[in-house]
């Protein structure tokens, strides 16, 4: 119809439910133009007009009334019952013809009629249907306990579908009088109306009210049938009420209905999603005839309980038994292979998909894209998906979902654009999956695009997806957002709240983090170990000790001390507040420690200078067999570093190449900053030169590396290099830079380089860059000058800047300066030594003996 009025069949929705906006603005701007010139697309104003309207076309509505006024009895009577006035007043009981009272066009005469009908002494239909009603009121159903909706009849006849409402104003005082002396027994509900509650209490998710029905049942001694247990058995299962689906379980045996087929698959479900599958295998061996709800049932139940193995074995025997499966039979056996690991089985099950007809179930494919990626096969999910011709949100998610876990989180993201321009709506699983992929691939602008149509979707109260914006915003820097969300939230469970402070801590607001967790006890929330992990990491940001012990308490109380992350995370918050004893009883007391827990207290000993106690600590990681990740090696390296032990350093390097780690970037700038402190320059420039990305961290290693052995040439050479590929700079590259221009003397070079600090490359000199300055100019002779710039310093000069000054003046032998120089050292703090010991060597440099009583009238003036 619509192609004949200019509708091509690209134009139509794909179905009713997903058409797209434009599809349906197109149907109502056909629908008003074509109102107007065929009538009959105009939409009729009212069902009163509507009637009407069919009567006055046939130019028939007096001999309607004419009908009426002949026989009354072949009308039903609807003037005193009818709850909507679109209704009309008389229908005919055969032809279903309707009259309205106070209709414009109805003939002048049909008034005086009806009145002469009204005092003819005729009884109403409302009198005489309760009259029906109250001679036998078995024939008619009860609805007054079950009706949701108020216009809804209290009573309606069996077989003529006749309706009456009690507290309707045409109802006889009489007939309620009647009613309320009926004995409870003559209106009881039925079978039906009570299986017809428990089924929309099951369909509503309402399952504790669906138990309490069923014991209101018992309690009224209702005879329970077959649909009423297996409504009860889903309730059970859903709510995984092994107790209550025990119970009703010997009710099925009372009732002798433990041989029906469909209720056996019922208890084997129910058994199974409460966990007991002992009880859920019992059940089904028991079963005559096992069908394949029942064997799906088995293989789901053996995978909840982590015995995947099981599941297929019970895949093949149900094969055996030449049970054919189906849909649900096979998402069960690719998600056991799923679970184990069993990658081959999977092809083979993928085979008796497709030789089974069900390789477009859409169900099944997404079960296959989740097997194949679970598998490490992301090429085999991508051609499982490519393959179907239509894809649902189901089969989008789970590529998705398995771009995801191979790390390709922009793939995800195209991924989601594709689905949207083939007209597939997102659900909430979609929403949360693309928001982690932005906030793991610090999308922003993506993450907030995506914010505006989960607004559009309806899902922004949703908890779940608040806590992944807040996630979202907070991982990507944007915390006046993520407060925003938390903030707009209803509804805060405990994820909303880790969430929350996880932005604070990786944003360095560990404070605010601390305080997040006071406002979260007092909403009642309770903690989790990710909650405890949060605080713990942001008391270490903040080095305050004494808040950590207050976490530790509290983890204590909530018993998530023992928590290998929790633990974890202990050790390294006492490690990095300088309290390594505390570290190590932690570390001492996990029953099981994690390489993370191993790393963290590497990592305290050398922060606490105890480099030789960290690589001890390394060894017994070795002898224990500790899988180590690229943070240990990076811990281990560090502690090599501190203490120069080069072999040990190498060892740990070949072992890097052994487990992969190797093109690790921040591994490999580990590996050249060991190489550098451990005096092997010439090995940290080959790692250098073998890396095959490098980040600003890369480069400067390699140029303090240089600076640090006084290769100033070397280090001028990287620094070109890293123009010339267009690599990001900052402070700490001119730090090393000039650094090295210092130790090697290139006076030129350093005074250029120091010029273009801000000119060319928009850095702001920080004191560690006159610092460099300093020392460049004074080893130079140049010790005027580097007063100067000491005095025209436009940062605040430290204790290290006139020490740097200091030391040169010793070399070139100016006491005068050096003097002075010592003064301001023992200004910014008196009790530093540094500044005594080189004014008595300035004073012996210059050949002035009595330089300790001259030295000891300077510390009496202080």
């Not at 290139?746 to 300093?774: K, P």
């Amino acid at each position: 119809m619509l192609a004949a009025y200019g509708f091509l069949p690209g134009f139509a929705c794909q179905d009713r439910q997903t058409g797209s906006a434009w599809t349906k603005r197109a149907l109502v701007d056909f629908f008003k133009c074509n109102s107007v010139c065929n009538p009959q697309f105009a939409a009729p104003k009212s069902a009163k007009y509507s009637s009407f309207s069919r009567a006055a076309q046939n130019g028939n509505e007096e001999e309607l009334w004419l009908q009426f006024f002949s026989d009354p009895s072949e009308w039903w009577d609807n003037r005193l019952t009818k709850r909507n006035p679109n209704y009309p007043d008389f229908k005919h009981k055969t032809t279903k013809e309707g009259l309205w009272v106070d209709s414009w066009s109805k003939p002048p005469w049909v008034k005086e009629k009806l009145v002469d009908v009204a005092n003819s002494g005729q009884e109403t239909t409302t009198e005489q249907l309760w009259k029906k009603f109250l001679s036998d009121p078995s024939e008619w159903w009860d609805f007054r306990f079950d009706k949701t909706n108020t216009r809804y009849p209290d009573f309606r006849h069996k077989r003529t579908k006749e309706a009456l409402w009690v507290g309707g104003k045409a109802t006889p005082k009489w007939a309620k009088e009647k009613l309320a002396a009926l004995p409870p027994n003559t209106l009881e509900r039925s079978i039906f109306l009570w299986n017809s509650k428990l089924l929309a209490f099951v369909k509503n998710g309402q399952h504790e009210r669906a138990l309490e029905l069923f014991q209101q049942m018992q309690v009224e001694g209702v005879r329970l049938d077959k649909f009423t247990f297996m409504q009860v058995l889903k309730a059970c299962s859903s709510i995984t009420a092994l107790e209550e689906g025990r119970h009703v379980h010997a009710q099925i045996i009372n009732s002798n209905y433990e041989a029906d087929i469909t209720l056996g698959n019922c208890l084997a479900n129910m058994y199974s999603k409460c966990g007991s599958i002992e009880d859920a295998c019992r059940v089904f061996n028991d079963m005559e005839m096992c069908n394949v709800v029942g064997w799906s049932a088995i293989m789901q139940g053996y995978i909840r309980c982590g015995k995947g193995e099981n599941a297929l074995r019970a895949f093949h025997q149900m094969q055996l038994e030449r049970v054919l499966p189906d849909s649900t039979a096979f998402v069960a056996a690719l998600n056991a292979c799923s679970t184990i690991g069993a990658l081959e089985e999977g092809r083979c099950i993928h085979a008796q998909v497709i030789e089974s007809g069900y390789e477009t179930d859409v169900f099944v494919v997404s079960c296959l894209v989740n097997m194949y990626s679970e598998n490490q096969s992301l090429e085999d999910a991508c051609r499982t998906f490519n393959e179907v011709a239509l894809h649902d949100v189901v089969c989008w998610n789970a590529m998705i979902v398995a771009f995801m876990k191979f790390g390709q989180r922009k793939k995800a993201l195209q991924l989601f654009k594709q689905m949207q321009r083939e007209f597939v709506r997102p659900n909430k699983v979609t929403f949360v999956s693309v928001l982690n992929a932005c906030a793991s691939s610090m999308a922003l602008e993506e993450g907030k695009r995506i914010h505006v149509q989960i607004i559009e979707a309806g899902y922004e109260s949703d908890c779940i997806v608040g806590a992944c914006l807040v996630d979202m915003y907070s991982k990507c820097g944007d915390l006046k957002n993520a407060c925003m969300i938390f903030n707009g939230l209803l509804n805060r469970d405990v994820v909303c709240w880790n969430s929350m402070m996880a932005g604070y801590v990786k944003s360095g607001h560990g404070k605010k983090a601390l305080e997040l967790y006071q406002q979260m006890q007092q909403s009642q929330v309770e903690p989790t170990g990710h909650t405890f992990a949060s605080l713990l990491n942001a008391c270490s940001s903040i080095g305050s000790l004494k808040d950590g012990v207050r976490v530790h308490l509290d983890a204590i109380k909530s018993g998530c001390e023992l928590n290998t992350v929790v633990a974890s995370c202990l050790v390294d918050m006492y490690a990095k507040c300088g309290s390594i004893e505390d570290a190590c009883k932690v570390f001492d007391s996990m029953p099981t420690r994690d390489v993370v827990a191993w790393s963290a207290m590497v990592v305290g000993y050398v922060k606490c200078g105890q480099g030789e106690k960290a690589l001890e600590l390394f060894r017994q990681m070795q002898d224990q067999h500790v899988e180590l990740d690229s943070t240990a090696f990076v811990c281990v390296l560090n502690a090599c570093a501190n203490v120069a032990a080069l072999e040990v350093g190498k060892l740990t390097h070949a072992q890097i190449i052994q487990k992969g780690y190797e093109l690790d970037t921040a591994i490999g700038n580990c590996l050249v900053d060991m190489y550098a402190k451990c005096g092997s320059i010439e090995d940290a420039f080959r790692v250098f030169e073998n890396m095959s990305t490098r980040d600003v961290v890369s480069w400067n290693t390699m140029i303090a590396g240089y600076a640090m052995h006084g290769l100033g040439k070397e280090a001028c050479c990287i620094f070109e290099q890293m123009k010339e590929k267009d690599a990001r700079m900052d402070s700490v590259t001119f730090v090393g830079l000039l650094s090295a221009c210092s130790h090697a003397g290139r006076f030129d070079e350093g005074h250029y380089y120091f010029e273009c600090l801000s000119s060319l490359h928009g850095i702001l000199a920080t004191v560690e860059h006159y610092n460099c300055m300093v020392d460049l100019l004074g080893r130079s002779g140049f010790l005027d000058e580097a007063l100067d710039m000491i005095k025209k310093i436009s940062c605040r000069p430290t204790i290290s800047t006139f020490l740097t000054l200091l030391g040169a003046c010793r070399i070139h032998g100016n006491s005068q300066m050096g003097e002075w120089l010592a003064k301001q050292v023992l200004a910014l703090d008196p009790k530093n030594p540094s500044g005594y010991v080189l004014l008595s060597n300035i004073y012996a440099s210059s050949g002035e003996w009595d330089s300790g009583e001259r030295v000891q009238q300077v510390k009496i003036k202080r």
